[in-house]
């Protein structure tokens, strides 16, 4: 009887082990496989050695840790009567600077506004294409026809790879105008392989001629500008992250930086607060 046992205890055993090995060959097998797909998904080996670069750099840990800590102030914020407004923003800016930035670059919506808003954003961000993606500068926009009006900025902060959309977006600003320009980022938030390539086949698609396109993206002329709108998000407005959007009010030039991609609600807040003040 105890032979039995020993016996069916071994044979238990060996099972356990041929599961285990079994086990290992499939996990190796399966983080192998996965790992190529991503490799592919950012064009390839070279890509996939700079995205991790990116990752294990301090600028990129420290966003992510930004963004999270939004996110959790977002959930964890205690609940606030809806009917009440925000009060307006007090801190005063240039309107030299913004009257500049307006001139220079491309607008959404009803030109003279009151409130516009600066959205400061980057194509690699996670939290940017959610904001993209929920349209919720649209919305706030769709709410204030006559009062609220927007302009996109680019905003790098996941280092080189961030810039070659960017610089696609400013060409095709160039090449097609704003209508082009507005058309042309939520399809680049769309996409998954941000490469060359397919930046090219988006501006075709928004109406760009392609060879303008190639060879204004291969002069890389606009790469001053992108690292300016960065250097003025920061500098003017205290953006430190991404979305970082600045809700201005034209009449009093005050503003308020609404950090993070909140929901419509937020927005409604301060620019209630901005048209019911005496």
């Known amino acids: 009887m105890a032979q039995e046992q020993k016996k069916d205890m071994s044979t238990v055993l060996v099972v356990l082990s041929a599961i285990t090995v079994l086990l290992t060959l499939y996990v190796g097998f399966f983080k192998k496989d996965a790992f190529s797909l991503e490799t ?50 007090t801190t005063t800016i240039d309107k030299a600077k913004i009257n500049a930035i307006k001139k220079a670059w491309y607008v959404e ?45 680019n905003y790098i902060v996941h280092g080189e790879p961030a810039k070659a959309p960017a610089e696609a977006l400013e060409c095709v600003g160039e090449l097609g105008g704003s209508d082009a320009y507005y058309r042309y980022i939520p399809m680049v938030f769309a996409l998954d392989d941000k490469s060359e390539t397919n930046l090219v086949g988006l501006a075709k698609r928004v109406g760009v001629n392609e060879s303008k396109f190639t060879a204004c993206l291969k002069s890389d002329k606009h790469l001053t500008a992108i690292d300016d709108s960065t250097s003025e998000g920061r500098t003017l407005f205290g953006v430190n992250g991404t979305p970082g959007n600045v809700v201005i009010d034209n009449e009093k030039w005050t503003y308020t930086l609404v950090a993070g991609a909140y929901p419509v609600s937020e927005f409604v807040k301060v620019i209630d607060g901005i048209l019911n003040a005496k």
Do not use: H
Request: net charge negative.
């Open 40 to 89: 592919m998904k950012v064009g390839g080996p070279e890509n996939m050695t700079l995205v991790q670069q990116l990752y294990n750099s301090d600028m990129y840990k420290t966003q992510q840790t930004q963004a999270i800590q939004q996110a959790l102030a977002s959930i964890t914020a205690p609940a606030t009567d809806t009917t009440e407004t925000a009060a307006p923003a």
């Open 109 to 153: 919506g009803k030109e003279n506004a009151r409130i516009i808003i600066l959205e400061y954003s980057e194509f690699l961000c996670p939290y940017c294409k959610r904001q993209s993606d929920d349209k919720t500068i649209e919305q706030v926009i769709s709410k204030y026809p006559n009062d609220v009006n927007m302009m996109f900025r």
